[in-house]
């Protein structure tokens, strides 16, 4: 049973695929994916009750896929192309299905553990990836090995532990961490009350009030962050930007941060 916010977040990234038939038939096929939901709840068991981290589910990966249409999409209205559009291989809609299983899937490797979570999510994610690939696209060999390979290259790429080079995988990597508001530290802060080392991470996304990703004044993409306390800074300066400075789509990225009521600080 899929939870009122799951819902709510697929109930957006379906709006804002209105014009983009691929995509919509994409991630309707994914929404309705039984195994994939297992996959993203049990992933997300581990991460909250057995290791004590953050929500790695399906309510933080649905989160992820609709910040990477939102960037994708700022990118294409300021006339930026997307890696393969760039090198002529792919069109701007299959730089968007590779984000969205990239998005969908980049966690998955949580229902095995923290380490090296990212690599084991790729390996888990390929069998769905490849039966998605052919409902979309069952004519088009084409497709589905540009993105299959575009959007393992962003699943593993995700946590800045490996070099990338497409844009595509920049804004997972980015679009993974702008989800570090408040809702992702609630479960934990409620469940896990012994303090251990990592809880910095719990304790600052819950001083996170509002993530904002909108048109910039002199980037394409403006990431606007708006904080209840001083210890939201460590989440932005230890996760966010650690990620965004490994991203192919930096120089696309204007970075503002600061506490409810006083003047935001400017990162890029």
């Avoid at 799951?6 to 309705?32: D, G, T």
């Avoid at 696209?137 to 993105?147: A, E, G, N, S, T």
């Avoid at 790429?157 to 804004?171: F, L, Q, T």
Wanted: with cysteine; charged share 25%.
């Amino acid at each position: 049973m899929k939870s009122v916010k799951e819902i709510s977040i697929e109930s957006k990234i379906l709006k804002r695929l209105e014009n983009n038939p691929n995509c919509l038939k994409l991630v309707n096929y994914l929404f309705a994916d039984e195994e994939l939901q297992e996959m993203q709840e049990y992933a997300n068991n581990v991460s909250i009750k057995r290791l004590g981290f953050n929500d790695h589910g399906p309510v933080h990966m649905r989160q992820v896929v609709g910040n990477a249409i939102k960037m994708l999409n700022l990118l294409q209205d300021a006339g930026v192309k997307t890696s393969l559009e760039e090198e002529e291989i792919g069109t701007f809609e299959d730089s968007m299905c590779a984000v969205i299983l990239a998005g969908i899937m980049h966690d998955l490797g949580m229902m095995i553990g923290r380490q090296g979570h990212e690599d084991m999510s790729a390996m888990l994610a390929q069998p769905i990836i490849e039966r998605a690939l052919m409902h979309v696209f069952p004519d088009d060999l084409h497709k589905r090995v540009i993105i299959k390979s575009l959007a393992t290259e962003a699943i593993i790429g995700h946590m800045s532990s490996r070099k990338i080079h497409s844009i595509e995988a920049g804004i997972i990597l980015i679009a993974d961490g702008c989800d570090m508001t408040k809702g992702r530290a609630r479960i934990p802060l409620s469940i896990n009350k012994t303090p251990k080392v990592g809880d910095i991470h719990k304790y600052s996304a819950n001083a996170i009030n509002r993530i904002g990703i909108h048109h910039g004044t002199r980037k394409p993409i403006q990431i606007d962050i708006e904080m209840s306390g001083d210890v939201g800074f460590f989440q932005i300066e230890e996760v966010l930007l650690t990620k965004i400075d490994s991203s192919p789509a930096k120089k696309y990225v204007e970075l503002y941060a600061g506490v409810e009521g006083q003047e935001r600080k400017c990162y890029l």
